[in-house]
């Protein structure tokens, strides 16, 4: 049966620094009392009272547990014991403790007695520290109707006696059996003399007289060594700590003096507890810095005894104690363990446990201590549930205000106890130990849900159905889309690559493999050759592919001369032949536009449109129109054409880089193609930390479903597409989820699909080049071979060549991220002197690892090469080189790798080399690869080369590229 427990909320004025700094008191979700530390292997348990909210006495109805293992996070165990688990109590939960004797837990309680209506000591029995716990007698251990019965402990001594004591004023000791629910002997009252206690006992007390101190209530009894210690609330009202010292467990005692001075903390009382835990020592006591006199609350501070035993004074401070260890994020971490909170409650029922509630607006927790190591998580799931609305949980590292790591939206799931995991892509780079804050966002003055329990995750996607964005984290520009029955096909931007424009396919949207390209080469320029001059960003460029009446359109504009033209070519599978059918004028950034009337059209430039003529051979002249004109928004770049059909309307999407806006994707929509044209913006976004989002397209699944496939420019890894859903509202296409955002985690538009990838491992086992592999320009196809040694890459050199920027028959690949790693194996026994081969983070700033061979002998050489080109024909007017490791290789193998990182502030490629593939030696460690649209204009890539600087003829043989992706 469901039980909740009625508790505070908690309005705590402290300013924001203090709260940063603050771990005193140890909660925050209760008001608690009479803290009693019990040290169980690598956890420390407090059993507490708990203090009814805007109580006006010490009404009192339960017991709760906390424990802790690195004394700054405390995790909230509930409520196993109360007043009602005690037939014979009505009243007055005070203070107890509990202790552990062969494996059972006794926990030793106070209540106000129905049978003598006096106070009563009682005792409950677990199994566990944290229960459950039932009554040990079904009757009280000690109930002679006195008042004085409150404030047990108990110690066991070492010789196995265990001793029980408790009272106020007078102080009370009895020997427990061995079965500790059962008392041997009489009772004793422990005389109190001015020598033992500072003071006699009340009744002999003289009013006349000023005593040391004085006995109040609230007893502790430790040992540590030989000494016997009796701390206890003294002074009577308001109470400070005292104590007592002696060699046996009944006296004689000797007054030491104060512990805990009085001091302001809040409370008129006061109550203590020590322990000792990993070889630190601990004073617990009470404040009521949250609730006041009859609202207290637990603290902590550490101390160190004396050389002769005896206690320092301890002050209460608002800082307490140091963290003794550190929290393990990647396990699941109950969203009750934390160290401190601002406006949460907890609760308890019978299924969940503990989980925390009357969660607003603004209110947060805070974690210490969280340690993620050197490998940063991917991912972060959490175990949430509301009634209402939800709300936003997001996870800040070191303030409140702190850099944003994750965010996840908690919607509604049917009830505040119905659960629901939630996940999310970890935003930024996380390593190393932090604070954490999930600091909870919503509508203000609602309740928002509740929050169960939280983990962070390595595994890029642990869910399964599950994708995260980016969708493909490579560099796969200027994406066109389109669905040919339950395929998904779409097209990219490879530039100076051959072969391009490829073609990729899917039956999910998310897994997509290379099925093709368009055309092998490109030979309207020597340049393609790299031959007076180069194509380098240039070359295909935002390739647009319809389907129409049966057949596959792409239609291309080289971007090498803006005079130059437009190729539109036709297949009657995506995956089979190509064929130019017609070449026209260029067109930038053009989109094919098949009407329903089977009138085809281009629109091109910023809003521009020609039709096609009826054989699709060129574009009728004449049929020119503008279709719209900039608005006062649009300042700066507008392109990127994509235009569609949906509903008798037509949307035409751009790209939009206007200032003061990231960037984002806006649409234009008419009801005729030639407008008028209104405008939308349907995309406006960061994400992941690297900025907006924008230029692509949207695709439909066979249910009517829509999606988006929109790329980010990512810096290093180039620039990858994101999968966002489409939600149509009032007829425009908005291109994110509820929260106009982009999803990190969403589900798989179609399940079912196996996992395919666009990069992977390769073994040259085929006489055919697999599809992954692009040569950089036209490659020398008498210089490559897969078939003169069979298993094996063959690469010659063709011509001289003094740098990789101008060396043909170089064969790239793309990275990944998050993180990916390539490694090749060379047999080098067929170089040349001058030649130059090995592995390469190919970009306009590159990392060359390399095997030059220098008349017989062979050498390792790292260099770091940065080119300049020309920007009208893209020539190479130089190359700054920079040797970083040079090493003379013996044999004639060689064993090369490249590791790429792409996580959040990283783009950092390491380079190494292995003479036997197993011990490896780095030769340029964390190179920063960066994104120059001005040169390469492409993201980062392995690059396996060989060239000759001095004479042709030499080759390397490439046994295999293995690949692996983080």
Known sequence: ??????????????????????????????????????????????????????????????WRVYSSTDMVNWTDHGSPLNQSSFAWADDRAWAAQAIERNGKYYWYVCAHSKITGGMAIGVAVGDTPTGPFRDALGKPLFDNGSWDNIDPTVLIDTDGQAYLYWGNPHLYCARLNDDMISIRGEVERIEQRVEGFGAPDMEKRDKNVKYKDCYTEGPWISKRGNNYYMLYAAGGVPEHIAYSMSKTPTGPWKYMGNIMPLQDTGSFTNHCGVADFKGHSYFFYHTGKLGGGFGRSVAVEEFTYQPDGTFPIINATAEGVRPIGTLCPYNRVEAETMAWSKGVKSEWNEDTGVYLSDIHNGDYIKVREVDFGQQQPLRFEARVASALQGGWLEVRT?????????????????????????????????????????????????????????????????????????????????????????????????????????????????????????????????????????????????????????????????????????????????????????????????????????????????????????DLTDVVEGSHHILFKRDKTETNLLEGSRMIKHNGKYYLLMISLTNGHPRREVCYRADHIYGPYEKKVILETEFGGKGGVGQGTIVDTPDGRWYAIIFQDRDGVGRTPTLEPVRWLDGWPILTDWDGKIPYLMPVPVKGFEKKSIVYS???????????????????????????????????????????????????????????????????????????????????????????????????????????????????????????????????????????????????????????????????????????????????????YNFATRQTGGWVDVDSFDYQRD
């Open 1 to 62: 049966m469901k039980s909740n427990n009625n508790i505070l909320f908690l309005a705590i004025a402290l300013a924001s620094s203090t709260a940063a700094l603050a771990q005193n008191p140890i909660i925050q979700t209760q008001l608690t009392t009479d803290p009693a530390p019990l040290v169980c292997g690598d956890r420390i348990y407090v059993y507490t009272g708990h203090d009814e909210d805007h109580a006006d006495f010490f009404w009192m109805n339960e």
């Open 762 to 944: 390769d073994h040259f086992d085929s006489d055919k080049l697999a599809l992954q592999w692009q040569w950089n320009h036209n490659p020398v196809d008498e210089a490559w071979s897969l078939t003169d040694r069979k298993g094996w890459l063959r690469l010659k050199t063709s011509r001289i060549a003094p740098h990789i920027f101008l060396a043909p028959n170089t064969l790239t690949n793309r990275t990944e991220g998050p993180a990916c790693q390539g490694t090749i194996h060379l047999d080098l026994s067929n170089m040349k002197d001058g030649d130059v081969a090995g592995l390469s983070a190919f970009q306009g700033d590159a990392a060359l690892l390399s095997v030059v061979k220098k008349g017989k002998r062979l050498y390792i050489v790292a260099t770091k090469e940065s080119v300049e080109l020309t920007d009208k024909d893209k020539a190479v007017v130089g190359v700054k080189r920079e040797e970083v490791f040079r090493r003379e290789l013996k044999g004639k193998e060689v064993w090369l790798r490249m590791a790429c990182d792409f996580r959040l502030g990283k783009d950092l490629a390491t380079l190494s080399y292995s003479a036997d593939g197993k011990q490896w030696t780095d030769a340029i460690k964390d190179f920063r690869m960066i994104y120059d649209y001005r040169r390469l204009f492409m993201g980062t890539r392995f690059a396996i």
């Open 398 to 614: 070191d303030s409140v205000a702190g850099p944003l790591v994750a965010q996840v939206k908690v919607p509604y799931t049917g009830g505040w106890e119905k659960w629901q995991t939630v996940e999310t892509l970890v935003e930024r780079p996380l390593v190393g130990k932090h604070d954490l804050y999930f600091v909870f966002k919503g509508l203000k003055g609602l309740k928002l849900f509740t929050f169960d329990w939280w983990r962070f995750d390595q595994n890029q996607v642990a869910a399964e159905g599950m994708m995260h964005n980016p969708v493909l984290w490579s560099d796969v520009p200027d994406p066109d889309v389109i669905r040919v029955g339950d395929t998904y096909y779409m097209v990219s931007t490879t530039m100076h690559l051959m072969p391009g424009a490829p073609i990729m396919a899917s039956k999910d949207l998310v897994n997509w493999e290379i099925v093709n390209y368009i055309f092998p080469r490109l030979t309207g320029s020597p340049r393609y050759d790299m031959r007076e001059g180069t194509v380098y960003g240039r070359g295909q460029w935002a390739t647009s592919l319809k389907y129409h009446k049966g057949k596959f359109y792409a239609l291309f504009a080289p971007n090498d001369n803006s005079d130059g033209e437009t190729y539109l070519c036709v297949a009657d599978r995506a995956e089979g032949e190509w064929t130019i059918h017609s070449r026209m004028r260029h067109f930038h950034d053009a989109t094919l536009m098949f009407d329903d009337d089977g009138k085809g059209y281009i629109v091109y430039g910023t809003g521009e449109i020609m039709q096609l003529n009826d």
